[in-house]
């Protein structure tokens, strides 16, 4: 892992901080169906996908980590707790860039490194209390979990003025307002079942739209989460979409109509619906770990 960590410091190199300084929410917070042919025959041709750039190589062994650890819905902490130099040395990454070069990155390129933060450091800091049932058992009755200034990222968002920064400081304070793109709520993950399924590759720049909308449709799709029933006239969602209701408002006027985005086979049904009261699934606050 150190030479694979070497050689992302040299790609990175002009945004790295040198490493011999030795410097070192409950949160306020899967595919659909196939489009039908009528919507597909109108669809825009795609942009040519963008070249990665030199910085979203720096989520290379982020990606590598989460290739081998996700197993469907589910993360394997207990083998990532044996065997942590790679998660170790991708923080290690993050905490070494360079504040004015990160602020000089493209408004993807720091969307991206922030969804990934959160998650990395989300699972670190399960690692870090391993094992554990809930992630929710790493804070106590005075501080949550997502409270706790444990992430040394705060150079990067000065204006929070802080060194250290909680992971609602990174979902609320820098990712909701900064890019306001309610799609990042089913791209982070907080331990938990009830959570969307953390994504088995890193998000970069070059990919980031693409990520973002599979990720919403994975996540609309999956009945653990999100239960659209035509047959019984139902709508079940999660209450992320009750704790982040502003968000969806927002962009599509109501939680409904943004569902309906990503769901264009439903839409005619959900506008049909619109007497039936939305109803949220119960979180799962049990912990997302593979089950031995």
């Known amino acids: 892992?150190?030479?694979?960590?070497?050689?992302?410091?040299?790609?990175?190199?002009?945004?790295?901080?040198?490493?011999?300084?030795?410097?070192?929410?409950?949160?306020?917070?899967?595919?659909?169906?196939?489009?039908?042919?009528?919507?597909?025959?109108?669809?825009?041709?795609?942009?040519?996908?963008?070249?990665?750039?030199?910085?979203?190589?720096?989520?290379?062994?982020?990606?590598?980590?989460?290739?081998?650890?996700?197993?469907?819905?589910?993360?394997?902490y207990a083998t990532l707790a044996k065997e942590r130099a790679g998660l170790d040395a991708y923080v290690a990454a993050l905490e070494a860039v360079n504040p004015d070069a990160f602020a000089a990155l493209t408004p993807k390129e720091r969307f991206a490194f922030w969804i990934n933060a959160y998650n990395a450091y989300t699972v670190k800091r399960v690692v870090d209390?391993?094992?554990?049932?809930?992630?929710?058992?790493?804070?106590?009755?005075?501080?949550?979990?997502?409270?706790?200034?444990?992430?040394?990222?705060?150079?990067?968002?000065?204006?929070?003025?802080?060194?250290?920064?909680?992971?609602?400081?990174?979902?609320?304070?820098?990712?909701?307002p900064t890019f306001q793109d309610a799609r990042l709520h089913a791209a982070v993950n907080c331990a938990s079942k009830g959570c969307p399924a953390l994504r088995a590759e890193a998000f970069t720049s070059a990919k980031l739209d693409a990520q973002l909308d599979e990720q919403v449709k994975r996540w609309l799709a999956d009945t653990t989460r999100n239960r659209l029933d035509r047959a019984k006239s139902s709508i079940e969602v999660?209450?992320?979409?009750?704790?982040?209701?502003?968000?969806?408002?927002?962009?599509?006027?109501?939680?409904?109509?943004?569902?309906?985005?990503?769901?264009p086979e439903d839409k005619d049904w959900l506008d049909a619906q619109k007497k039936v009261e939305v109803k949220f699934v119960e979180y799962d606050w049990a912990l997302n770990g593979v089950q031995p």
């Open 238 to 263: 999660s209450k992320v979409f009750e704790w982040f209701a502003e968000d969806f408002q927002r962009e599509a006027g109501s939680a409904r109509a943004w569902i309906a985005r990503f769901r």
């Open 129 to 176: 209390g391993y094992p554990v049932k809930s992630i929710r058992d790493l804070g106590d009755e005075k501080t949550s979990v997502w409270d706790r200034d444990f992430v040394p990222l705060g150079r990067l968002f000065p204006k929070l003025a802080k060194d250290k920064l909680t992971l609602n400081d990174i979902e609320n304070k820098i990712l909701r």
């Open 1 to 76: 892992m150190m030479s694979r960590f070497s050689a992302l410091a040299a790609i990175s190199l002009p945004l790295l901080a040198c490493a011999a300084s030795g410097a070192s929410p409950a949160p306020d917070r899967a595919a659909g169906s196939p489009l039908p042919t009528s919507v597909v025959a109108q669809a825009p041709v795609p942009a040519p996908e963008a070249k990665p750039s030199a910085f979203d190589a720096i989520h290379g062994p982020w990606s590598a980590i989460l290739a081998k650890h996700v197993r469907g819905g589910d993360f394997d």
